[in-house]
């Protein structure tokens, strides 16, 4: 076998060395990114490294004697591990007559040309995605990018952005971009931006009720501030907003949560009501027919308990809210917001994400609005009723993702 190291300055062009010298029966045996030059690992230009190998067997024929029949046999093929779906040739490219003497060579060479086409395409789709796949990942190192971007990845990542997430915005950087642009950080930024909005487009706020009241009722796990999130809604309606607006708490399970609602009602002039049982929480919504907006809390669930959201669900099925809205805190681990989403997601009209001002990764709020399609209604940055919740718009997720909107730092 042998076995020989390339260099080249990308993918692309290392690839290639490695296919003229090698062949395309090459086996990657491992790939690297690196920079060369520089000073102390700084500022040295990015380089690709690949160690590829190939197995030499030799290829034996036996002798042709005049006037017989050509057979010209290959022993010991090595495998096409690169194009395994192509059909191989295991008789030499000789020329083979027909009944009248005439060499049928002609008549088969564009045939011929076109699987040696079809195999130089497909080896090199191979080789492509190998080296894809290995410049991914390989051994754990990461991507690098060029170095004016290389910060604004490593910017990302800080925020708690995923790997796949964050190679898309360098990518879209790369492609709508000027290379001369990406020293300006205002027009990076500006860029980034611009293509982080796109990803949380959809938005969409709370609209009183017209003829009925409007139901809206707030789901979630523990500890999320599902109670305080809406004290603020209720207050931001009712004193703000001069809308008529009910409150109902099916929380029976901790009564700290019982009288922080009736303190907020008490101090805004909203009616508090306290239901033990769905057939109850119904009853109460129909005593508040004359109000524009009613808000129902519900209590924190676990999304590993069956039997709680089971509870959860017979709840909402007698409320029959218009809006049910997820509440998610910004400082839960994003492999975390994954679960609670998935669990909720059936139940569930809307997002909304608490204490954007308490953690550093509020980047990671973007991992998950890009694998749904349910619209986010508010954020929430503070303990401050009603002051400290937003609205939720693009411009503004693009913010606190990027790190721009944290008051309190």
């Known amino acids: ?25 090459a086996v990657i045996l491992q790939t690297r990114q690196f ?21 030499e067997q030799p ?18 093929e090595p495998v ?36 040696s086409l079809e195999q130089e395409l497909y080896s090199m789709r191979k080789l492509l995605d190998r080296m894809n796949k290995q410049m991914e990942g390989f051994g754990g190192e990461q991507v690098i990018w060029p170095v004016p971007l290389q910060k604004w990845a490593d910017l990302l990542q800080d925020r708690g952005v995923q790997p796949k997430l964050v190679k898309r915005l360098m ?28 990803i949380c487009h959809n938005t969409a706020t709370i609209q009183p ?43 029976t399970y901790r009564v700290a949560a019982v009288e922080q609602l009736k ?40 999304p590993h308990h069956e039997l709680h959201m089971s509870e959860l669900k017979s709840f909402l099925d007698k409320a029959q809210p218009e809006l049910t809205i997820l509440v998610l805190s910004a400082t839960m681990h994003s492999a975390d917001q994954f679960k609670v989403f998935r669990r909720f997601e059936p139940l569930c009209t809307h997002l909304l994400f608490t204490k954007l001002d308490e953690t550093v990764n509020g980047g990671s709020i973007l991992n998950l609005i890009e694998q749904t399609n349910l619209p986010v209604a508010y954020l929430t940055n503070g303990q401050n009723v009603p002051d400290d919740i937003e609205a939720a718009t693009p411009e503004r997720l693009a913010r606190y993702i990027l790190g721009e909107e944290n008051r309190h730092a």
């Open 1 to 25: 076998m042998r076995v020989k190291r390339f260099v080249g300055d990308n993918v692309a062009e290392t690839m290639g060395k490695v296919k003229r010298d090698l062949g395309s029966d």
């Open 263 to 302: 303190t907020f009602g008490e101090i805004i002039g909203v009616p508090v009501d306290v239901v033990m049982s769905p057939s109850g929480l119904k009853d109460a919504i129909t005593s508040h027919s004359d109000k524009e907006l009613i808000f129902v809390d519900t209590a924190g669930r676990s």
């Open 35 to 55: 920079r060369e030059g520089g000073l102390f690992g700084f500022f040295g230009k990015p380089k690709v490294e690949i160690t590829a190998a190939i197995e």
């Open 59 to 76: 290829v034996s024929k036996k002798p042709i004697s005049s006037g017989s029949t050509v057979q010209t046999r290959v022993t010991n």
């Open 171 to 198: 990518r879209y950087l790369q492609q709508n971009l000027r290379e001369e642009d990406w020293t300006t950080d205002s027009r990076v930024r500006a860029k980034l931006k611009e293509e982080i909005q796109t």
């Open 209 to 251: 009720g017209v003829k009925k009241p409007r139901v809206i009722a707030l789901v979630g796990p523990t500890g999320i501030g599902k109670t305080t999130t809406i004290g603020k809604l209720a207050a931001g309606f009712s004193i703000v907003d001069k809308r008529s607006v009910a409150l109902i708490t099916a929380d």
């Open 80 to 115: 096409y591990r690169l194009q395994p779906q192509i059909q191989t040739r295991t008789e030499a490219q000789v020329p083979h007559l027909d009944s009248s003497g005439n060499s049928l060579a002609r008549e088969n060479s564009q045939t011929s040309k076109t699987v």
